[in-house]
Antibody, heavy 122, light 107 residues
Framework: QLQLQESGPGLVKPSETLSLTCTVS??????????WGWIRQPPGKGLEWIGS???????YYNPSLKSRVTISVDTSKNQFSLKLSSVTAADTAVYYC??????????????WGQGTLVTVSS | DIQMTQSPSTLSASVGDRVTITCRAS??????LAWYQQKPGKAPKLLIY???SLESGVPSRFSGSGSGTEFTLTISSLQPDDFATYYC?????????FGQGTKVEIK
């Protein structure tokens, strides 16, 4: 049973870089031809897609965040990662990692991590 | 960029009611539309894919319809477990976008 787990600091200072990792267990990140994505949800607000990466390394970003976002994949560790630079309080949110399976043509997020709250504050 | 607009933002209903939520896309997305249910403190759960296909294990009281720019999620008879927030999500050209959500509350 494939599972996703987010990890990283829960508190980041303004202007610094937010770094999170998603560890995939129960299967290989590179064998399923899936896209792997990051989605965030500010407290009390809706869902926002941040970006996605194909297992081969091709990346796709939300245009509104593109200048600050880097997503990478480490197939040897079965992980993919998010870096968001120059954070402000507006980046405070629960961050989810998720899978877009080829069973659904990669068009949706069928498996999610539990989410991790990241607070931006000095 | 494709924008997704859900209506209403909040919906008050009673157990047994038929509930309909609408999602409109700013341009045609064919049928690449999914619906999710989210409960407080939990990750979203996939309900409907490709606009009208029911995800495995999801009760048949949930249904989806539409294509192009207008889509609906219908709950035929609202159950206590259905009080939650619902999101639509589109896919187009390697961009994934969510609607702003519809909260279904107890009347």
């Amino acid at each position: 049973q494939l599972q996703l787990q987010e990890s990283g600091p829960g508190l980041v200072k303004p202007s610094e870089t937010l770094s999170l990792t998603c560890t995939v267990s129960g299967g290989s990140i590179s064998s399923s031809s899936s896209y792997w994505g990051w989605i965030r949800q500010p407290p009390g607000k809706g869902l926002e897609w941040i970006g996605s990466i194909y297992y081969s390394g091709s990346t796709y970003y939300n245009p509104s965040l593109k200048s600050r976002v880097t997503i990478s994949v480490d197939t040897s560790k079965n992980q993919f990662s998010l870096k968001l630079s120059s954070v402000t309080a507006a980046d405070t949110a629960v961050y989810y990692c998720a899978r877009s399976s080829p069973l659904y043509s990669g068009t949706l997020f069928d498996l999610w991590g539990q989410g991790t709250l990241v607070t931006v504050s000095s | 960029d494709i924008q997704m607009t859900q209506s209403p933002s909040t919906l008050s209903a009673s157990v047994g009611d038929r509930v309909t939520i609408t999602c409109r896309a700013s341009q045609s997305i064919s049928s690449w539309l999914a619906w999710y249910q989210q409960k407080p403190g939990k990750a979203p759960k996939l309900l409907i894919y490709k606009a009208s296909s029911l995800e495995s294990g999801v009760p048949s009281r949930f249904s989806g319809s539409g294509s192009g720019t207008e889509f609906t999620l219908t709950i035929s008879s609202l159950q206590p477990d259905d009080f939650a927030t619902y999101y639509c999500q589109q896919y187009n050209s390697y961009t994934w976008t969510f609607g702003q959500g519809t909260k279904v509350e107890i009347k």
